[in-house]
């Protein structure tokens, strides 16, 4: 089996998301309260929510008053104003603390500049534009209902992540496996087969949970330290354990894929995977000598 080595970069690189864009005034609004209009201070959240933004404060209002109403329902974690860059998507990739459903901007007739949308690529943030307020909800439905797909896929559907393992974070050396990591490449969710890299791919076993500041979450994604739970899915993984099959310094975990998941991938799931995620993907056809 080939061994591929990945191009990490550093722990303590600060400039994961650098885009090297000069920061522009935003708007940086955590509902409730908005300025100094008492109407918008009447919207509640439950803590989770999209990104909403808008070109003006009136329409950014309307906006907001129609995704939080009763018949819509949608929830808003922050608002902002103009055009969508870099800092907006960043933005949205934070407040969405791993969940997809919220890694998302709703955006009510504005812009997005061509390294926005580069970097949501890679983040893999969605940003939902339109000038109608009706088909705006609708977008943002239809995203959902094809993340729900996504969620229920069968096991071999498999996306591609290289994650490594942090220093000092493994917590329990055998099955299961529980050890914290950071989303180096791609993004990871409860049920992902891993392998460990530097000791000739050893399947490990399945993620059974993944948990982010101290909260369980269904996925977490590039730039993301979490700790997860590696079970064991078979009798060979059971018998695996730090320091007698593989140490810290065998720091790379990946997701095993195959043939059969990159198929399922193309076939099922080709408006999920971005193309940092192709990427990822070619370079452990690699590691896995798939043809």
């Known amino acids: ?31 409730p309260g908005f300025g100094d209009d008492t109407d918008m201070e009447s919207v509640t959240t439950s803590g989770e929510g999209v990104l909403a933004v808008a070109s003006t404060t009136y329409s950014l209002k309307v906006l907001v008053d129609f995704l939080t109403s009763p018949e819509v329902d ?55 534009r339109c000038s109608v307020l009706e088909t705006l909800c609708q977008l943002f439905k239809d995203h959902i209902r094809r993340l729900g797909e996504e969620t229920e896929m069968d096991d071999e559907a498999i996306f591609p992540c290289v994650l490594r393992i942090l220093p000092n974070c493994v917590f329990n050396k055998d099955d299961p496996v529980v050890l914290g990591v950071l989303v180096v490449y791609g993004f990871i969710k409860v049920g992902t087969p891993i392998c460990n890299l530097r000791s000739g791919c050893l399947d490990i076993g399945r993620i059974a949970w993944i948990e982010k500041d101290h909260r369980s979450v269904n996925a977490a994604r590039l730039g993301d330290t979490v700790m997860i739970k590696i ?25 095993h894929i195959s043939r059969k998941s990159l198929n399922v991938l ?6 999920v995977v971005s193309r940092s995620d192709v990427r990822v993907l070619c370079n452990l056809k690699c590691v896995f000598n798939i043809e």
């Open 1 to 31: 089996m080939a061994i591929w080595s990945f191009d990490l970069p550093s722990l303590t690189d600060g400039d994961v998301f650098n885009t090297g864009e000069t920061p522009r005034m935003i708007t940086e609004m955590l509902l």
């Open 74 to 128: 949608i929830p808003v974690r922050a608002v902002d104003l103009g055009t969508i860059t870099p800092v907006e998507i960043r933005k949205a990739f934070k407040i969405s603390d791993g969940k997809r459903q919220f890694s998302t901007i709703l955006a009510f007739g504005v812009d997005v500049t061509h390294e926005a949308s580069r970097l949501a690529a890679r983040l893999q943030v969605k940003v939902i």
């Open 231 to 255: 079970v064991a899915s078979n009798p060979e993984e059971r018998g695996l354990s730090f320091g007698s099959h593989f140490d810290i310094s065998d720091d790379i975990l990946v997701s």
């Open 266 to 271: 193309k076939s099922r799931y080709r408006d």
